[in-house]
């Protein structure tokens, strides 16, 4: 895992998230492109290979210019150049939409298996 030390609050709150699905991750993942993941998420698919999600927590203070919104779509299509699903989450998201969000994905891309939503998630 990355430097805990140096969360975000919103990347402390994805962690949690992620924990309690019971999602296998990565905290700040170093690409060999420079990027810097804030969660790398692996998951396999039916045919046994590995899936991979990068999660992103985009705070409004660090995200909200035209600026970052364009380097910010440009790193998405190099991390996806490599095969690396991306899925933004902005300020203001819940452990329901991250968990329906990352199976949605999961479906798309063939994952065998996926844990069942957490009852602390709520209906």
């Known amino acids: 895992m990355g430097d805990q030390a140096h969360r975000t609050c ?17 905290e700040q993942y170093s690409l060999r492109t420079g990027s810097i993941l804030d969660f790398l998420v692996t998951l396999k ?8 999600i990068d999660v992103e927590t ?3 203070n660090w995200h909200h210019t035209k ?10 299509k190099n991390t996806r150049s490599l095969g690396i699903e991306v899925l933004r989450f902005r300020e203001g998201f819940n452990g329901h939409m991250v968990y329906g969000t ?14 069942p939503c957490p009852e602390s998630f709520g209906d």
Do not use: W
């Open 10 to 26: 919103l990347e402390k709150q994805m962690a949690g998230y992620l924990k309690e699905i019971g999602l296998i991750f990565s």
């Open 102 to 115: 990352i199976l949605s994905c999961a479906r798309r891309n063939g994952v065998k298996e996926f844990p």
């Open 67 to 76: 600026s970052q919104r364009l380097k910010d779509l440009m790193r998405d």
């Open 45 to 52: 698919r039916y045919d046994g290979t590995e899936f991979y």
């Open 58 to 60: 985009d705070g409004s």
